[in-house]
């Protein structure tokens, strides 16, 4: 059986990197209920909690939850246990962004696209998705 | 009182809708804001990582800029700027260890320590004109008109920065009452728009977006305002886009709420730049007798 690393490490680094504490979560999924990109996500916002817990970063690498977040902060502003979940979700990223990986490839996006976005939208992807 | 007016990047082209209706009607009020000479990106979105000091140095700079001004207050109409400058200005407040690693590291500039005010246009308007004087200046009640105010997310939350408690749309309602306007309550006035995850999506598949603007074409409304340059693009302009996919089920009017606010006002319609919005929200205004084009 596949079984998904368990590591204690990983807990303190996505502590460290988010400035949460993953522990105090009691997986009531209030942020999934709140969140406007649940129903895209791989895993909700509630199991990605679950993984972080258990450190188990390494089974998260290839779903898209942490780049579908938006930092809308509608999770973080309703956890009953004071977790700003955005910074989590963040943190998720930054573990991949740091090794050099982009989300997305700026210069794959159709040049007709760029010219309708609005400054803010490339600024703001950017810097979620590329490192 | 000294206000410093900070645009950010997208009101000087692609939002200028925004900013220059927004700047007539302070005028015609009588509030005196001085655009800032230098100001930079102010980074769209605050960094959330606790390691990440770099990314402060943005819209930290701009709060410096303002100071030198001499300035007690910082002005922005982009939720996304707003949004930004204030987190930032409370790390700058709260945090000492934080504060003092971002000063040494800007050594060029004067210290900062979160002494400004950070403002959005709602709150401003509100605490420096109130929602009286405004009616009283009136030229184009917006009579005959009902609205729904969409907030977002960045005007509202962390809660340290909201502009007004979450749940709560009193300034954005209140303004457009005093403008003589219906206001629709609808359930999706908070809720995200899908922010900059267009940029990594097919057109039209924007389900966030699509969830706001069938919430407030349930809810009666004939037109919805925003006062944030990324919303109005999820939300006007990849209506038709949505539509197509049959993500929604009518257009409904997408503007700016400095753009009622101009009109109201009586300031001319060529200053509101209504070739920027969607097609639809000018034709929109001229039947509802709004708009007057020449």
Known sequence: MNTPNVSLSSVKKINDLSGENVKLCMQCGTCTAACPMADEMDFVPRKVMHYNQFGMISAMEDINSYWKCASCHSCSVRCPRGIDIARVMEALRQLVLRTNKNYIEPSRIPPEKLKQYPGIMMVAGFRKLTS | ?294
Request: aromatic share 8%; net charge negative.
């Open chain 2, 1 to 294: 009182m000294k206000i410093s007016y900070y645009p950010g990047c997208t009101l000087k082209y692609k939002a200028k809708n925004l900013e220059t209706a927004a700047l007539a009607s302070l005028e015609i009020l009588g509030i005196d804001v001085e655009e800032m000479e230098r100001w930079n990106c102010c980074g769209a979105v605050y960094s959330l990582t606790d390691d990440d000091l770099i990314h402060m140095v943005g819209p930290v700079r701009n709060l410096v800029r303002a100071k030198e001004q001499g300035a007690d207050t910082i002005v922005t109409l982009c939720s996304m700027c707003y949004n930004t400058l204030a987190r930032a200005n409370e790390l700058m407040k709260n945090d000492p260890e934080k504060r003092d690693t971002i000063n040494r590291f800007m050594d060029e500039e004067i210290d900062y320590f979160g002494e400004l005010e950070v403002h959005h246009l709602l709150s401003l308007l509100k605490d420096q004109v109130g929602w009286q004087a405004i009616s009283e200046k009136i030229q184009t009640p917006l009579t005959d008109l009902k609205l729904a105010s969409y907030y977002g997310c960045t005007l509202q939350r962390p809660a340290e920065v909201g502009i007004e408690p979450m749940g709560s749309f009193t300034l954005m309602n209140d303004l457009f009452q005093a403008l003589g306007a219906e206001v629709v309550p609808f359930g999706a006035a908070d809720k995200c728009c899908g922010s900059y995850q267009v940029i990594c999506e097919e057109e039209g598949d924007n389900t966030a977006a699509a969830t706001i603007l069938q919430s407030a074409a349930a809810s009666g409304a004939e037109a919805l305002a925003t006062s944030c340059p990324l919303c109005e693009f999820n939300l006007g302009k990849q209506q038709e886009a949505l539509l197509e996919k049959d993500k929604i089920s009518q257009k409904i009017p997408t503007l700016y709420f400095t753009q009622l606010l101009a009109l109201a006002l009586g300031v001319p319609a060529e200053q509101c730049h209504f070739e920027l919005s969607d097609s639809e929200v000018s034709h929109f205004l001229e039947n509802k007798k709004i708009l007057v084009t020449a």
